[in-house]
């Protein structure tokens, strides 16, 4: 019961990894909010994270609803598939639109919420790809490179404030759902593709399950790790050890 009592806001929270770890705070005895663009049943708020007034919206509905936020998985993000010279400008500033700008705004129109905790963490959810790069990754490894820094400068600035606001990165690989099956669309067989990438790269010799993932984010979440701040929580079967 590492969340007793937490209120986390979750952004993606309809995809793969989002419903993992809404199901991880649920489990730990938390509650979270759960967001996505996408309208259903496992979401309480329909949300576009490149909407300013959209985070305002949903803080608002939070404050009203639970009268306290103790937590931020900035989780969702897209993908788009190009090396930086197929790579078209607008698929580019989309890709910064959603997994930059997002979590800059869900760190920014948060803050005022988490800083009326007792102990509030803040889980951007990069990606390997935001330590390592790749050919045919081009916006998204800029994006994720660019939460993994901003994350530094958001949890050294929640450091100021006492009780902190903490923040840290989680760089996990590539697991099953809907961003592996974009990434090998392209190829003559993509379940060979796939297993082809965990053989060349990964240690472990599979993908990362999502519960995996979520279990890192809920770590992140909790006072387990109230020393960790500005860190970069690496979760991808050894993959980046290579
Ligand atoms: N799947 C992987 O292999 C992998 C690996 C490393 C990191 N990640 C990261 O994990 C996070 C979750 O990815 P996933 O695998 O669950 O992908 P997913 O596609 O299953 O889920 C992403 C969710 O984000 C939502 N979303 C997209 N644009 C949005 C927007 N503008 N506003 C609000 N919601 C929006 C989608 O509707 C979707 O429900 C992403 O940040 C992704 O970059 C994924």
């Avoid at 993992?20 to 309480?44: E, L, M, N, S, W």
């Avoid at 949300?47 to 949903?58: I, L, N, P, Q, R």
Wanted: hydrophobic residues 45%; proline residues 4%.
């Amino acid at each position: 019961m590492l969340l007793e009592g937490r209120v986390i806001l979750v952004t993606g929270a309809a995809g793969a990894l989002g419903s993992a770890i809404c199901a991880a705070v649920r489990q730990h005895g938390g509650t979270p909010f759960r967001t996505d663009i996408a309208q259903g049943p496992d979401v309480d708020a329909r949300h576009d994270v490149t909407s300013e007034a959209g985070w305002a919206g949903v803080c608002a509905t939070i404050e009203r609803r639970h009268g306290r936020l103790d937590g931020l998985v900035n989780n969702a993000g897209i993908i788009r598939v190009g090396s930086v010279e197929a790579t078209a400008l607008a698929d580019f500033r989309l890709v910064m639109a959603v997994n930059v700008e997002g979590v800059f705004l869900g760190c920014k129109v948060a803050w005022p919420l988490l800083r009326e905790s007792d102990g509030a963490a803040i889980v951007n959810v990069s990606s390997t790809a935001g330590l390592v790069g790749s050919a045919d990754h081009a916006a998204y490894n800029a994006s994720k490179g660019a939460v993994r820094l901003l994350s530094k400068s958001v949890a050294l600035h929640g450091a100021r404030l006492d009780p902190p606001i903490r923040c840290n990165s989680l760089h996990p690989s590539l697991m099953p759902g809907n961003m592996a099956e974009t990434i090998v669309a392209g190829a003559e067989d993509p379940q060979a593709a796939i297993e082809a990438i965990v053989a060349a790269r990964n240690p472990l010799r599979r993908l990362a399950r999502t519960e995996e993932v979520a279990a890192a984010a809920v770590f992140l979440l909790s006072p387990m790790s109230s020393y960790m701040t500005g860190s970069e929580l690496v979760c991808d079967g050894g993959a980046t050890a290579l």
